[in-house]
């Protein structure tokens, strides 16, 4: 019986730890976009990304902008190895061509992002 339970536990541990613990790679795992923050001059775009405590921002791009929208993606360097599932806030500040003006701003991916404080 006791036995028992101990296997019980370690099951329940394992799965567990398989919760708090994130292993994605950049092919794999989209970036989280939390929002952009717009600069002084309105030109500037500072995106607010969501990444794990050990990935790295590698860098942020405009890939179309038109007159109704902007486009925006941002390459993140995921940390292969286990790491806690605490989401960490990072920015990166891309540069348009024109100011934002009423634009609307989105990811690649198709998510619309909202401005954040």
């Known amino acids: 019986m006791r036995r ?8 329940a541990c394992l799965a567990a730890m398989s919760v708090a613990c994130s292993t994605s790679d950049s092919d794999n795992d989209p970036t989280s976009f939390a929002g952009y923050r717009l600069g002084a001059d309105g030109r500037q775009l500072v995106l607010v990304v969501e990444t794990g405590p050990e990935d790295k921002v590698v860098g942020g791009k405009v890939v179309d902008q038109d007159t109704s929208a902007v486009t925006v993606e941002v390459t993140v360097d995921r940390h292969r190895d286990l790491q806690p599932a605490v989401a960490v806030s990072r920015e990166v500040t891309v540069t348009l061509a024109d100011p934002l003006g009423t634009r609307e701003v989105y990811t690649r991916s198709g998510q619309r992002l909202q401005p954040v404080r």
């Open 4 to 11: 028992r339970l101990l296997g019980g536990l370690a099951v």
